[in-house]
Each structure stands twice: as structure tokens, then as C-alpha cells.
T-cell receptor, first 114, second 109 residues
Framework: KAGVTQTPRYLIKTRGQQVTLSCSPI?????VSWYQQTPGQGLQFLFE???????NKGNFPGRFSGRQFSNSRSEMNVSTLELGDSALYLC?????????????FGEGSRLTVL | ELKVEQNPLFLSMQEGKNYTIYCNYS?????LYWYRQDPGKSLESLFV?????AVKQEGRLMASLDTKARLSTLHITAAVHDLSATYFC?????????FGTGTRLQVFP
């Protein structure tokens, strides 16, 4: 059974640009959550999508957005990139939404903002 | 707001020794997860603890949950080098998981 797939794995952007990251969940999983991981702040919850609807959102500015498609694949977008957005962005899928289901993580997309 | 604290943050231990990682959380929850992360890799699920008193073991790792004390422990028995990684606990908070700061474990000969 294929795991969670994230693309791209690595990318470099400059300040002010925007970036789109993609996540394909495990087959049959309808929940996709996004996390930002940095050495200083650790793992921080960005948002969760379930059945194409954003169910929950963390404390991030509006520059961070996402969406989910009918096949459960999800994308997140960060606009007007700042240096502090450099991080590992992890996507996790689950059968159910919220914290009741076990999360299965992808390998992550490592974003560097110059 | 739910806060999750792990200690220690760093742990350097000799092969063959035992040690415990602690995970404290600030509000009521009945779901706790332990994950492992190798450098540059994703998070791997280790244990899911769903009730007070739950204990689970896998190889040299054993996790337990005390919901009344709001405490979970991850006990390492007779450590080996392959256990070197960062370990995270995550606590369910109604509709999302809140992760602890992580414990970076290094096992040396």
C-alpha cells in the first residue's frame, strides 16, 4: 500500500515569491493535515482538510492557504514568501478527521527561502 | 490552550543502558501518540495510546499513559545505536494533534 507522497521534496525560492506544495494521501484516507517543522518552533499545525473542506486551522497568517480535491489530494500555497518560511512542510493523512485518527506522514517538502 | 512538554530535550546514552522520556500535557486528553523521526526523514508512528493505564511495547521501547497525571512515558531498555533518532509525543486536542518539542536521542557505544 503506497504511503503519503509529497512533491516537490526540495525547493529554493526567494523572498516575495509564492510556492505550491502537493500531497497525495494514502488510498482511502480522506483527511489531510499540514504541519510546519522548524528547529526553533518544532512541529506546528497549519490546517486540516477533510472531504474537500477545511476543518481546522492553526495560527498562521493568511499567506498560508490550502485546498483539497475530490480525490483527496491536497495542495498548500504560501504567498509572499519570507525568510522565516524556510522549513520542512509535512503532510499527514488519516482515515478520519481531527485527532481521533492516527496520522501517517509523508517525507516532507523542504523549502528554503533566500 | 493545550501545551505539550517533553523532557529531556537531548539525551545521550550509552548502549545497553535504560532511560525514560517524559511527555507532560496541560489539559485533558485521552489520545496520545509517539512518533520517531530520523534525520532528514519523516515521522514514523510508534505507539497509539487511547486510554488511561494503556501500556504498549515494541522491541526495546515501551510507552505508557496516565491521563490523570497527564503524563506519558517512553521507556528505552538496553539501548542500541539504531534507536538514535528524535522522538515526539503528540496529544489529541478535540480536533487536532499538538506535538511536543521532541527528544533527540543519541546512543553511543
Amino acid at each position: 500500500k503506497a504511503g503519503v507522497t509529497q512533491t516537490p521534496r526540495y525547493l529554493i525560492k526567494t523572498r516575495g515569491q509564492q510556492v505550491t506544495l502537493s500531497c497525495s494521501p494514502i488510498s482511502g484516507h480522506r483527511s489531510v493535515s499540514w504541519y510546519q517543522q522548524t528547529p526553533g518552533q518544532g512541529l506546528q499545525f497549519l490546517f486540516e482538510y477533510f472531504s474537500e473542506t477545511q476543518r481546522n486551522k492553526g495560527n498562521f497568517p493568511g499567506r498560508f492557504s490550502g485546498r483539497q480535491f475530490s480525490n483527496s489530494r491536497s495542495e498548500m500555497n504560501v504567498s509572499t514568501l519570507e525568510l522565516g518560511d524556510s522549513a520542512l512542510y509535512l503532510c499527514a493523512s488519516s482515515l478520519v478527521y481531527g485527532s481521533t485518527g492516527e496520522l501517517f506522514f509523508g517525507e516532507g517538502s523542504r523549502l528554503t527561502v533566500l | 490552550e493545550l501545551k505539550v512538554e517533553q523532557n529531556p530535550l537531548f539525551l545521550s546514552m550509552q548502549e545497553g543502558k535504560n532511560y525514560t522520556i517524559y511527555c507532560n500535557y496541560s489539559t485533558t486528553s485521552d489520545r496520545l501518540y509517539w512518533y520517531r523521526q530520523d534525520p532528514g526523514k519523516s515521522l514514523e508512528s510508534l505507539f497509539v495510546l487511547l486510554s488511561n493505564g494503556a501500556v504498549k511495547q515494541e522491541g526495546r521501547l515501551m510507552a505508557s499513559l496516565d491521563t490523570k497525571a497527564r503524563l506519558s512515558t517512553l521507556h528505552i531498555t538496553a539501548a542500541v545505536h539504531d534507536l538514535s533518532a528524535t522522538y515526539f509525543c503528540a496529544v489529541g486536542n478535540t480536533d487536532k494533534l499538538i506535538f511536543g518539542t521532541g527528544t533527540r536521542l543519541q546512543v553511543f557505544p
